[in-house]
């Protein structure tokens, strides 16, 4: 069973907090990627990468900072988090981009 | 870019009954396509894995139907019990890394 965890599980911060959400997967999967899930709006991509190193853009990038150190983990950066970046943000892994993902349990930020 | 539509965004049914929750997608590659469920308070855990190569998939309790010509993708509950209360969502990829999510169907079951 893939495992991938992910930390804090709750945060609170103020607007113009800086904060930081880190991932790990211990599957040795290339793929990770990083979401918000906000109701009415699915699941939708702020970053992902496929190796160390690798940082690409998703849907929507504004205002967050991601880092892939190894393989394992990918953090997420809020440098200047405003209230419209509470939401509840999980990160996912994959083998390969035709494989399914797995998420891990999820992040719920609130930025007052 | 890829665009997912998702229907019904809530679907109340009582037990026993079927449950039908549908996926538009515009992008023709598109070949990869998932449904996850979510059950409250919990992540994401994948129920189905769809190639376009096939166009009906069968799991335990539900059926997946693949329209290429349509652009659609179906998920069938074929008698619903409270263990499927849940949201579910269908996700779509044309294997360019991107995964697009429908907005998610939040699905009861009435006992």
């Known amino acids: 069973e893939a495992a991938v965890t992910q930390s804090p599980r709750n945060k609170v911060t103020v607007t113009g907090g800086n904060v930081t959400l880190s991932c790990r997967q211990t599957?040795?999967?290339?793929?990770m990627y990083w979401y918000r899930q906000d109701t009415g709006h699915g699941l939708r991509l702020i970053h992902y990468?496929?190796?160390?190193?690798?940082?690409q853009i998703g849907d929507v990038p504004d205002g967050y900072k991601a880092t892939r150190t190894t393989q394992e983990d990918f953090f997420l950066l809020l440098e200047l988090a405003s209230p419209s970046q509470t939401s509840l943000y999980f990160c996912a892994s994959s083998a390969d981009r035709v494989y399914e993902q797995y998420f891990g349990p999820g992040t719920r930020l609130t930025v007052l | 870019g890829e665009q997912v539509e998702q229907r019904p965004p809530h679907l109340s049914v009582r037990e026993g009954d079927s449950a039908v929750i549908t996926c538009t997608y515009t992008?023709?590659?598109?070949?990869?396509f998932f449904w996850y469920k979510q059950e409250p308070g919990a992540s994401l855990q994948l129920l189905m894995k769809v190639f376009s190569s096939t166009e009906i998939n069968e799991g335990q309790g539900f059926t997946v139907l693949l329209n290429k010509k349509d652009k659609r993708l179906s998920l069938n509950l074929t008698a619903a019990h409270p263990g499927d209360s849940a949201a579910y969502f269908c996700?779509?990829?044309?294997?360019?890394?991107?995964?697009?999510f429908g907005a998610g169907t939040r699905l009861k079951v009435i006992a």
């Open positions: 992008d023709p590659n598109s070949y990869y």
């Open positions: 599957n040795s999967h290339n793929y």
């Open positions: 996700a779509v990829s044309a294997g360019n890394y991107k995964y697009v």
């Open positions: 990468s496929y190796g160390a190193g690798n940082l």
